[in-house]
């Protein structure tokens, strides 16, 4: 079986382990799905993420254990020749949103997530990509190419006539709106003009590529082993050892989704952190990419859909142009959950190489990274009150199943007199593109109403804070409410604002 995943971190998975059966084929892959003990676990309803699926359904097959049992008969010839385009498969992962709670909450952190998107790559690769998902996962590459999916995503959500159009041929729900596209995207914020920390030759704003390392150059501060060259160098720096770099440098990830629907978050973000005496750069392409003039993207929507190769190339780009950050150890911090996430998580299991394991360990949340900053007495900027009030704040699934929900806590009391609550709910149910698929907008909901939506209603004059953009989107259609991401509350609490 070939994988589009790399599984070798399972590869002594079971050995001394009261496993429950590594399937017969499936190499690592089935050892991933081994962990599983079947303890039922996910079966239950205790506070926390995990399941969303079985938390709305009551069905026990819609759960991780569940989806086990299905896989482990497929890995072992059940489900005949070509079990992975087999409907009792599909059938079992259809409503796994992806959460990465079980990674978290289950005794043996089965990642069902990842699970799930060699299921859907291995799916894809037997009967095809659908359109719908084709067009969701290059989005990124879509928003940059035809400036009239802009307009298009705005006459869809006002016609209701385009929106049955648009379900019937493409199964996007004509009862959801469509997150719609800022009129003018974030390209770069003005509070750092002329700012290049990493003094690298700049080609129409876009910094030119540093030449890649030798074997004498290495990614000391990020925990790579001296000496230990990066993979997919090319030629090499000579005379290189360390770059020159300040202390105080920070890289600004504009995902796609803060750069092309809410670009307000992105400057909030770097607004706040220039404050704060920070030299902020906003992650740019290199001059020599295919596509110069398209923004980066951590391929976070085609890992959600299956299209590993597509993710892959995305994160290539990315790494390329990081590469003379990840030598410097110039911390990378960004604004979506899934993207950053994605970064620290998925990445290491795409055979990236090394770059991958820097990144993984130099790339923070906003949160995280004032957080640590604080923690480290280098975070020193001082916030005023904000007018009286609780907030409710509702975390993104990601952030639950890493533990990051302590570094928002942690920023949010920086604010004088702050009140605010966390709300005690699972997966929001959006869930990136699943929410407003037409066969599962209802079950999305259901997601909804079992907690978060409730809590909201509970609090009708209550703030609302979400760092998740499907987070927000659900909240926007489900509420009738305009959450807020914390860039944007922490900029509100500045004593004096830089112009951006």
């Known amino acids: 079986m070939k994988h589009f995943l790399d599984w070798s971190a399972y590869e002594t998975a079971g050995q001394g382990d009261a496993y429950a059966g590594i399937p017969a084929t499936g190499g690592d892959f089935a050892k991933a799905v081994a962990v599983c003990i079947g303890d039922k676990q996910c079966q239950r309803k205790p506070k926390g993420v995990m399941c969303p699926s079985f938390r709305a359904t009551d069905d026990p097959a819609h759960s991780p254990g569940g989806r086990v049992k299905v896989l482990k008969a497929a890995l072992n010839g059940e489900l005949g020749d070509d079990a992975f385009a087999d409907a009792r498969l599909a059938a079992a992962m259809e409503l796994c949103v992806g959460c990465k709670g079980c990674k978290r909450e289950c005794a043996n952190q089965v990642d ?14 037997r009967l095809g990509v659908s359109l719908r998902d084709r067009l969701v996962a290059a989005l990124p590459q879509q928003l940059h190419r035809f400036r009239m999916l802009r307009n298009l995503i705005r006459w869809r959500n006002r016609a209701p006539w385009l ?6 041929f493409l199964g996007i729900s004509a009862k959801r709106k469509l997150p719609e596209p800022a009129a003018v995207p974030y390209i770069n914020s003005g509070c750092s ?3 290049n920390p990493l003094q690298l030759p700049l080609v129409r704003g876009r910094a030119e590529p540093a030449p890649p390392l030798t074997a004498e150059g290495s990614l000391r501060s990020s925990g790579v082993p001296t000496g230990v060259p990066l993979a997919g160098a090319r030629g090499g720096w000579e005379g290189f050892s360390s770059p020159s770099t300040n202390d105080r440098d920070v890289i600004l990830f504009a995902d796609t989704f803060a750069a092309h629907f809410e670009p307000e978050i992105a400057h909030a973000a770097h607004q706040v952190l220039t404050a704060a005496g920070y030299n902020v750069t906003t992650l740019q392409t290199l ?7 398209r923004a980066l993207c951590c391929g976070r929507t085609y890992l959600s859909l299956g299209q590993v190769d597509a993710a892959r190339r995305e994160a290539r780009r990315m790494h390329n142009a990081l590469l003379p950050a990840l030598v410097a150890g110039t911390p990378i911090v960004g604004l979506e959950p899934s993207c950053i996430l994605s970064l620290r998580d998925d990445h290491l299991k795409l055979g990236l190489g090394e770059e991958a394991v820097a990144l993984s360990e130099q790339v923070y949340l906003f949160e995280e990274f004032i957080a640590r900053e604080h923690d480290r007495k280098r975070f020193t900027l001082e916030f005023k009150a904000l007018p009286q009030g609780k907030t409710l704040v509702h975390g993104h699934c990601h952030q639950k199943a890493v533990g990051a929900m302590k570094s928002l806590r942690k920023v949010l009391r920086l604010i004088p007199g702050f009140e605010f ?3 005690e709910a699972s997966c929001c149910g959006m869930a ?3 929410g407003v698929e037409a066969e599962h907008a209802a079950i999305s909901m259901q997601m909804a109403e079992l907690d978060l939506l409730p809590a909201l209603r509970a609090a009708p004059d209550a703030t609302i804070l979400a760092n998740g953009f499907s987070c927000r989107h659900q909240i926007r259609e ?4 305009k959450p807020l991401h914390v860039a944007l509350l922490l900029r509100d609490a500045l004593k004096e604002t830089t112009p951006c």
Not at 287 to 293: L, M, S
């Open 421 to 423: 609550e966390f709300i």
């Open 163 to 168: 929106a049955r159009l648009g379900e019937t």
């Open 287 to 293: 001059a020599n990419d295919a596509e110069p003039e």
């Open 432 to 434: 990136g593109s699943f």
């Open 478 to 481: 489900g509420a009738d409410r």
């Open 193 to 195: 003009t002329g700012s």
């Open 112 to 125: 069902m997530a990842a699970i799930k998107i060699e299921y859907q790559a291995q799916r894809n690769a």
